[in-house]
């Protein structure tokens, strides 16, 4: 019976990893955009990448000279010269595990809906991947990305800082003439040689936010939602299984339920996480008695904070690189192959003191990638005012 019980927990765990992406792939942009490669092997722990920058000859000194037959120089005009400029960046490999609890293979003997509890152990292990993933991916591109603005007048513009947000508290919502402005800033820099999608040959980017911020932007301005509503909605592939229908002032609005959210402590800014735990002993009374362990609620905090990161996306920022499993090195050595996608694995190790029978075991997946960037210039991300929708509420007489 034991090894029965082993042997489904062996065949069952072999499914997670195919079911992270054939059932998750479409919940989150984070998971559906990132451009994804292979991490080369055998070139050390850290590997530079190579920019070449835009580079321009000396715009006011460029002469242009009269052609004649009279002259002697008519065949050698004179010559202004481009300098190239390149910007060296390096990157490395980081990886992580998510283990859960042992499990004793003799408890399942006993248990009830055997099947059924491991089904919903193992649905629980594959969120987590899922949500370690889009997590990642978020961190990263805000990280790489070059262009942190906070929604604060600065004379004319607005305060940015390049690599790290300046440290000020924001006092506007994301408005679509900040977009307008990012907009411009990325067609003159050459993003829009490479654009999501386009529209009558404008190029169209993409803006990762939250349902209440996009919603407002659409509904801002009466105007401005005629315009939505009769845009023809010409979307790329990658986005229609998202949701995505139509583009809106040169921007698809993708939908992130959980964008980084934040709170003002008087000095700098504190990160509000979207779930928190609540222990068992919740002296609130909420809970019901019979609860084992902590579990994750919606954080309060989280729906109540004061601002919010939107991400102007380009698919060109950053690739991620995956190792691929090494098995068979050579020198007569081999390893068992490791997915690094955070695929599950049952493993059952035996100790001769903790796991003497092979009764002990528990599920473990490991992740790892190397963020490649490629032109960070052109990742924004905007931190502003959040303002949570309208209720409308009516009163009876309304």
């Known amino acids: 019976m034991a090894n029965d019980i082993e042997q489904l927990l062996i065949n069952e765990s072999g499914r997670i990893g195919p079911d992270i992406y054939r059932k998750t792939l479409n919940t989150s942009p984070w998971l559906k955009l990132i451009k994804q490669d292979t991490w080369p092997d055998e070139m050390g722990d850290t590997i530079s990448v190579l920019t070449y920058e835009r580079s321009l000859y000396d715009q006011s000194a460029l ?13 050698v005009p004179a010559a202004e010269q481009i300098n190239f400029a390149q910007t060296l960046r390096s990157y490395n490999l980081q990886q992580t595990a998510l283990e859960s609890p042992e499990i004793c293979v003799n408890d399942l003997r006993f248990t009830m809906k055997r099947k059924e509890q491991l089904s919903n152990i193992f649905e629980i292990l594959k969120e987590n991947t899922a949500w370690a993933w889009q997590n990642r991916y978020r961190d990263e591109y805000i990280r790489v990305a070059e262009h942190k603005i906070i929604a604060k007048p600065n004379g004319n513009t607005l305060h940015e800082g390049v690599g790290s947000f300046p440290n000020l508290e924001p006092v506007s919502r994301l408005t679509q003439g900040i977009l307008d402005r990012v907009y411009l800033q990325l067609v003159r820099d050459g993003a829009g040689n490479k654009p999501m999608g386009r529209q009558n040959g404008r190029p169209e980017f993409t803006v990762i936010c939250s349902p209440e911020t996009s919603d407002h932007l659409i509904r801002s301005d009466a105007n401005i939602r005629q315009d939505y509503r009769w845009n ?15 583009s809106f002032r040169g921007f698809y609005h993708l939908i992130d339920m959980f964008p980084k959210r934040w709170d003002w402590d008087g000095d700098s800014m504190v990160e509000r996480l979207p779930y928190v735990a609540v222990a068992d002993a919740d002296p609130s009374g909420y809970l019901p008695t019979g609860q084992k362990g902590d579990k994750f609620v919606v954080n309060p905090a989280y729906e109540n ?12 920022v950053y690739t991620s690189l995956i190792p691929a499993p090494i098995t068979s090195p050579g020198g007569q050595t081999s390893f068992d192959p490791v997915s690094y996608r955070g695929d599950f694995k049952w493993k059952n190790i035996p100790n001769k003191a903790t796991n003497p029978d092979g009764t002990l075991g528990y599920f473990r997946g490991v992740l790892s990638n190397g963020t490649k960037p490629i032109r960070p210039e052109w990742g924004y991300v905007i931190r502003h005012l959040r303002c949570g929708p309208t209720l409308g509420l009516v009163d009876c007489a309304g």
Do not use: M, R
């Open 305 to 316: 904070a004061a601002y919010e990161d939107t991400i102007v996306f380009h698919q060109d």
């Open 63 to 75: 002469n242009w000279g009269n052609v004649s037959i009279t002259g002697g120089t008519n065949c």
């Open 232 to 246: 023809p909605g010409v979307v790329n592939e990658l986005l229609a299984p998202l949701g995505v229908e139509k």
